[in-house]
């Protein structure tokens, strides 16, 4: 698959290295109180203080390699993280890798040509994905505390784009993506709230995201609900079957797509 398999909707109006900041800092405000050995049911085995650490490490691993301009995929994953031993103070640790990340998004042009595991080769790819797994994960902290998290329209509406725009480039850490194949089949994501919808077509060679989904035959499959929502289906913070969410159509086809779109 390449770039031209993908054209998509293009990134919502959302300024990622700002609202980075804004959700560690909801994150933050979450786990700072809370007792850090809390399973949190939507990471299977982890506590809350293992989605902590997973998130900073991945904040200063990604500034890593912007201050690196990396040109080709990194072989190691080695990064100073500078964890505290003691977990009470992980919530500051966190606020800080915030911090580190805005130093390097400061001193890196976002238009400045890289390499990305993802469609868009440019400095701003790893803003974008860092975004998401900090807003993912922050829901996830929200959910383990029995509170209802609340996304922003525009980072959801994005969020879900960036999801399916890359999740064809991401077989070589969720290698079940591979599967995602079909004669022809389409798949239809509309947003509840808005006009937003996203086309996904299986063919016999791939997936992927259909340039003009208001043109296009009547999917073979629907699922709608607010860009939220869909936002959370996507990855897998909900199941299709949840009243927030309506689906029709193929009921075979929507459960090949979520068996194997794990991210």
Known sequence: M??????????????????????????????????????????????????????????????????????????????????????????????????????????????LPMWAWGVDQHARFWARRMLFETLVHRVDAELALGRRPIIDRPSAVDGVDEFLVNLPFAAS??????????????????????????????RPDGFGLDANPGAAEPADATVQGTAADLLLLVYGRLHRDAAALAHDGDDDLLTHWFANSAF
């Open 173 to 202: 850490f969720a290698p079940r993506v591979a599967d995602l194949r079909g004669p022809d089949k389409t798949l239809c994501f509309q947003a509840t709230d808005g006009e937003e919808d996203w086309l996904v077509r299986l």
């Open 2 to 111: 390449n770039s031209s398999d993908l054209p998509a909707h293009g990134p919502a109006a959302v300024d990622h290295r700002a609202e980075i900041a804004v959700e560690t800092a909801r994150l933050v405000a979450a786990v700072r109180t809370a007792d850090l050995t809390t399973a949190v049911p939507s990471c299977p085995g982890w506590t809350l203080a293992d989605l902590v650490k997973h998130t900073g490490g991945v904040q200063r691993w990604f500034s890593s390699l912007l201050h690196a301009r990396i040109q080709e995929p990194p072989r190691a994953r080695d990064v100073d993280l500078r964890l505290p031993e003691r977990p009470e103070e992980y919530p500051d640790w966190l606020a800080d890798s915030a911090t580190v990340a805005a130093q390097a998004f400061a001193a890196t042009d976002p238009d």
